[in-house]
């Protein structure tokens, strides 16, 4: 098993341009989140799937979009891009129902830089 | 909305003693569960320990045990007999019945020769 595999690993945006962060799973987790870890700072969370087709908000949605086609894929769209969107950005999974199937898998980061 | 708090930035704790770090949250489910996660510079999040609501035993892995009050909405980990290898940044975790996982802010812990 890959895991939870993340592309790209950098970025360099300029402001104004928009992207997709992708993120896949070949674990056939359930649940997938998209978190933002500014430098020496904890995780935010951005949006999260309880499944196929089901996103929610997270904590500090604005400025990004989710979509959830499978159960394998959960990729993050930025649009218009903008510099307070500098961060790492973490993709994670859980096979979720019961504590021992809670613990998170994350992907290895993605590092978006908005000049 | 559930938020989760670690209200010591940095701690410090001489090898081989016993440190202690404090997380708070609030909620207002009954079913949830807690987590303390490690990340050290590699930025690789590896699960230290996980506590069950329903729980009242406090959940305990080799020098990590937690002191878990739910009343209270506290979450500590203690590390005992800390070694170099622990240093790291400790996040704490709640995840809710819906599945949201927040993080708290982290504490950054050193640990001194």
């Known amino acids: 098993n890959a895991g939870v595999t993340q592309t790209p690993k950098f970025r360099i945006l300029k402001i104004g341009q928009s992207m997709t962060l992708q993120c896949t799973q070949d674990m056939n987790h359930n649940y997938m989140y998209w978190y933002r870890q500014d430098p020496g700072m904890g995780l935010k969370l951005i949006y999260y799937s309880v499944g196929a087709g089901i996103t929610d908000k997270g904590e500090v949605p604005n400025g990004y979009n989710v979509s959830r086609s499978t159960t394998e894929d959960f990729p993050l769209r930025l649009e218009l891009a903008a510099p307070s969107q500098t961060s790492v950005y973490f993709c994670?999974?859980?096979?979720?129902?019961?504590?021992?199937?809670?613990?998170?898998?994350f992907g290895p980061g993605t590092r978006l830089t908005v000049l | 909305a559930q938020t989760v708090t670690q209200s010591q930035p940095e701690m410090s704790v001489q090898e081989a003693e016993t440190v202690t770090l404090s997380c708070t949250y609030d909620?207002?489910?009954?079913?949830?569960?807690l987590f303390w996660y490690k990340q050290p510079p590699s930025r690789q999040m590896i699960l230290v320990i996980r506590q069950e609501a329903y729980k009242q035993q406090n959940a305990t892995e080799n020098r990590f045990s937690v002191n878990f009050q739910k009343a209270a909405k506290s979450f500590s980990l203690k590390i005992s007999d800390s070694q170099l290898g622990d240093a790291a940044m400790y996040f704490c975790?709640?995840?809710?019945?819906?599945?949201?996982?927040?993080f708290g802010t982290g504490t950054r812990l050193k640990v001194l020769a």
């Open positions: 994670a999974s859980i096979r979720g129902g019961g504590s021992a199937y809670n613990e998170q898998f």
């Open positions: 975790a709640f995840l809710s019945g819906t599945y949201k996982y927040i």
């Open positions: 909620t207002s489910e009954s079913d949830y569960y």
